[in-house]
Every structure is written in C-alpha cells, then in structure tokens.
C-alpha cells in the first residue's frame, strides 16, 4: 500500500512536470554555426543541458508541431539534418545542395520549407518521407522564411531583391512581391496572420507588412543591422546585429520604446507562448539572453556552444 | 567535342543571374594580448580612431569626424578613415560605436578589395581592460564574411583562409603593440 502511494506520487510529479514545461517553454535549441553544434538550454534553470554535434555549419532552425523534432539548415554541407529534441539526437540528413538557410514548417501538415540564398528558390520537403517533393522560384537569395498560423500561407524575406514574397502553399505559387526595405533577413509573421515584419539589414529598420491587403503599413527605425523581430506584449523586439542592441517598438503606433544593450551580435530571438519571457541568441559572446518584454530588462543569461545563430524559431 | 560545349553554354546561359550574397557562415575571430603598462596607457596608443599607427601593416591614417560616431543608425555619417597600407592596399572603415570611458569603440569596413583583405561585411570591436593598475588586457575582435561572395569559393577566398588573413594581422599587431609599449618607444 505504502510502496503503490509513493509510486503514483512519483507517476503524478512526472506528469505534472511534463505539462509545465510543455506550455512554458522549457527548452531552447541554439545552432551554434562555428562549433557546429547545436545547444539544449534548460530555460526554468537558464543552463546548457546539453550539446550535439550537427556539422555542416548550422545556421536555420524549425520545429516540428508538436516540437519533438528540429529541422536545421547546414549551409556548408548543403543540408537538412533532423533531430529528435526528446532523445537529443540526429535522426536523418538530407543532401539539399545549393544553399540552404532560411527554414519553417507548416503548422498542421508534414511540410518543410527551405529557402535557397544562391539558387533563388524555395524547396518543399516532406517531413515523413524526407525528401524534395517541390520548389516555388521567389526573389533573390531568399532568407527568412514564416508561415501564417492558418497554414495557408508562406512568406519569403528576399533578401537581395529588397522584397516579400508571398506564396500560396495549396497550389505552391507566388502569388505577391511586396518591396520592404534594404535586404530583409528575418521575418515574422504575428498570431493573427494579419502582419509581418522583416529586419532590414541594410536599411536599418523594421517593415510591416500587411498580410490580407499585401501592402506595407510602416518603417520602425533599429539599431545598426537588425537580424530577427520577436512580439511580446504588445511590443516588437529586434536584433540589432552590429549596434549590440535589442530595439523595442509599439505593435500598435510603430513607435520606437527603447533600445536595450544586450550583448556582442545579438541574432535569433523569439517570444515564449505566453509572452513572459524573449529569448535571444548572442552570436558574438556565445550565450542565450533571457529578456523580460514587460520591464525590458535582461533577467538571465546561459552559456551555450560558439556562435550561436539560432535562425528560426527554436524554443520548445 | 563541339556539341559538348554548346551544351555546357548551354547550361552556363541558363543559370541565375549571380546575386552576389555573401558566405553563409559570418566568420568570428578573437585576439587578445596582455600588456605590461596601465589600461590608459595602452588606450592612449589604440583609442584613437583616427590614428592606425599601432598597426604595422599601416603606412598612413587619413580621415575626418574625430572619434564622433554615427548619431542616427540609418544616417551614416559616423567618423570615417582611410587606411593605406605598406603594401599599397587600401581600406575604408567607418564608426559605429566609441566609448572612452569604457575604453572601447566598434567600427566597419566600408570598402576593401579582397586583394588586399579577404573579407566581406566585417566588423570589428577594440577593448582595453584593466588587470590590476599595470596591466591590462587589449583585445581586437572581428566579424565577417569569406572575401567570395555566392557559392563553392576558390581556395584563396574561402572560410578558412578569410579567417587566417585577419587571424595574423591581429596577432601580429597585437604583439606589435605589446612590445611597443612595454619596450617604451
């Protein structure tokens, strides 16, 4: 009797600690390109837990739905390369050629996208069979890559045409070009699917984007060389690469709030789910920050593998 | 033999136009070197922007904007320089950041020609640290991209060797400077 009550106690604290870190976000997963590895960050205790060896220079990042794997871009090797994020494993890798460094998955089907910045295209793989199943031609060294949260939808930062291009995932066509501003690299796409924004590294500022009209709503100006938007609370958060700062703006009046000193090449970033906590990868000091979006400060920071990029949504 | 050529033409012909995208890898490379002498002493060799004379490779400093950065980011109009080097070669660079108090500035290159530095989009970070009140630390830090743009570089213009041209010019400066200062001179 004793030994069954200490046993479902044991099953009960499982199950709950299970459940806590799956709405919280209990992980992030940081390619570090120059170690070639990739980073598990425990994120309640803000520690390294674990690292793998990847290869081939990894740079992009997707999860799948249920974030048990990670699709990672190596660009040197001209790969996709699977990861089981439970098991912390490489499952299968997939020779892309090419190069391959934006990446995003589809929200409810077994899609991955992978944008090609030489060959200006985006390849469709299918996450069951691992294989090329297609490809949509878009601008010029395509690089961020988002889907809107109804899966209808895929966007394409192209980064050296100076434009967006949307594509219609059912029938795999552009279907629209929107001009941003200088080089676009990282784009994301907010709950609704109604706005985008693209860090424009050559520009320094930040364009959103309105999705159902395909126009352009708005310019926020960044520090030097923005990588990456988050959104939390309301607010934006860019990377800004070479002024090592994270610029803080008004979703509602694009209005810049603050711009918060944060570390050497700041370059990933992305919000938790319930908006408590932005997480953002230090490609030049070789940590992951954690920022309070609310208090706009820094609260907590974790050594990680060298030069982490983090390109994509990485936590889980 | 000729039909294998119009082929080739062919495929040469149908390729993209090259879009002139930088490597996929940014390259990072960190020097750092003790010294013998006060943070301030080191500074005053290293802190002025317009004055690259602790670099051996550097025959001459010409530039304009003291050591003002740029005032707003998309503005550039940050204190500029122009280095000629010993050799010929010669390299724009801008300001981006300075801190006197922190002993630090950042800057970018503007314009190179991968003859002279294999380099694309690179940035740099120069820091003085005090060890102590007669030592300290100076660190030169670099961010970059392999001198060829796009695709399969040639030997001379990849990764490895993009990082091994600015590896040595830190190294070799940095021991410059160290035995500059503690030597006297």
Redesign the interface.
């Known amino acids: 009797m004793r030994i069954s009550l200490r046993f479902s106690a044991a099953v009960a604290v499982l199950l709950f600690g299970g459940l806590q870190s799956a709405a919280l976000a209990g992980e992030a997963l940081t390619t570090n390109?120059?170690d070639d590895s990739l980073s598990f960050v425990d994120l309640t205790a803000m520690k390294e837990v674990a690292r793998i060896k990847v290869g081939g220079?990894p740079?992009g990042i997707a999860l799948s739905p249920d974030k048990s794997r990670a699709y990672i871009t190596a660009?040197?090797s001209k790969e996709l390369v699977e990861v089981d994020a439970v098991k912390r494993i490489v499952v299968r890798r997939l020779k892309l050629g090419?190069?391959p460094?934006g990446i995003a998955m589809h929200p409810t089907k077994q899609e991955i996208y992978v944008a090609d910045?030489?060959?200006?295209k985006i390849l469709i793989i299918d996450a069951v069979k691992f294989a090329v199943v297609g490809e949509i031609a878009v601008g010029?060294?395509p690089s961020g890559l988002a889907v809107t949260p109804d899966g209808s939808l895929l966007l394409s930062a192209d980064?050296?045409s100076d434009a967006v291009s949307i594509i219609d995932i059912a029938s795999r066509k552009r279907i629209a070009s929107i001009p941003v501003g200088k080089h676009p690299f990282g784009i994301t796409i907010d709950p609704s699917g109604k706005r985008a924004y693209t860090a424009n590294v050559k520009?320094?500022?930040v364009t959103v984007i309105d999705i159902p009209a395909r126009k352009v709503i708005g310019h926020v100006?960044?520090?030097?060389r923005p990588y990456v938007v988050a959104l939390a609370d309301g607010r934006g958060f860019s990377t800004?690469?070479?002024?090592?700062s994270v610029t803080v703006f008004d979703l509602a009046t694009l209005a810049p709030i603050k711009k918060i000193r944060a570390c050497?090449?700041p370059e990933g970033i992305e919000a938790d789910s319930s908006d408590s906590n932005v997480y953002v990868s230090c490609?030049?000091d070789d940590v992951l920050l954690r920022l309070d979006p609310t208090a706009l400060k820094i609260t907590g920071k974790a050594a990680v593998g060298?030069?982490p990029r983090a390109f994509g949504k990485f936590l889980r | 033999m000729l039909k294998r050529f119009a082929i080739a033409a062919a495929i040469l012909g149908s390729l993209p136009a090259v879009a002139l995208a930088h490597g996929p890898s940014r390259q990072k490379v960190e020097e750092s070197v003790e010294i013998n002498a006060p943070a301030a002493k080191v500074w005053a060799v290293v802190g002025n922007f317009q004055d690259m004379s602790w670099v051996p490779a550097v025959a001459k400093t010409e530039g304009k904007g003291g050591n003002k950065p740029a005032t707003s980011q998309a503005s550039n109009d940050g204190a500029t320089r122009t280095l000629t080097l010993k050799n010929g070669g010669v390299i724009e660079e801008m300001l981006d950041d300075y801190d006197a108090k922190d002993m630090t500035y950042s800057y970018e290159i503007t314009k190179v020609d991968v003859k002279v530095l294999p380099v694309n989009d690179y940035s740099s970070h120069i820091t003085v640290t005090a060890d102590g009140d007669n030592k300290s630390t100076l660190e030169w830090k670099g961010a970059f991209y392999r001198g060829y743009m796009n695709n399969d570089p040639p030997p001379n213009l990849n990764d490895e060797a993009s990082k091994k041209a600015v590896e040595d010019l830190y190294k070799s400066t940095l021991a410059a400077v160290k035995a500059k200062i503690e030597g006297g001179k």
């Open positions: 390109q120059p220079k740079a660009p040197d090419g190069g460094l910045w030489y060959t200006h010029k060294s980064r050296e520009s320094d500022d100006p960044t520090g030097r800004d690469q070479y002024g090592g050497d090449h490609w030049g060298d030069g």
